[in-house]
């Protein structure tokens, strides 16, 4: 059974940080694509980082360039995003996505607020 397990959300000060962590098992993590995705109330789902099978390279949405890390880990079947200086504008439900050709799956999301 497949499953993509996101933790490390919570409430955090404007400025401050949090680490993302997905734990996906039950298909080939060392073959799939990883991404982080979010979505806040009202708005659609956007695509913020992401970072092919072997991690050779990362690509992040602009308005999280120089704040937030996406890693992978193939040996614990982890994926990671490191969050920096949050802004309010942070503030989603923050999914993990595993992709490989036509085949997609998705985490359950965890919430991340940022609020002083």
């Known amino acids: 059974q497949v499953q993509l397990v996101e933790s490390g959300g919570g409430l955090v000060q404007p400025g401050g940080s949090l680490r993302l962590s997905c734990a996906a098992s039950g298909f080939s993590f060392n073959t799939y694509a990883m991404s982080w995705y979010r979505q806040a109330p009202g708005k659609e789902r956007e695509l913020v980082a992401a970072i092919p099978s072997n991690g050779a390279n990362t690509n992040y949405v602009g308005s999280v360039k120089g704040r937030f890390t996406i890693s992978r880990d193939n040996a614990k079947n982890t994926v990671s995003l490191q969050m920096n200086s949050l802004k309010p504008e942070d503030k989603a439900v923050y999914y993990c996505?595993?992709?490989?050709?036509?085949?997609?799956?998705w985490g359950q999301g965890t919430q991340v607020t940022v609020s002083s």
């Open positions: 996505y595993a992709a490989r050709a036509w085949i997609g799956y």
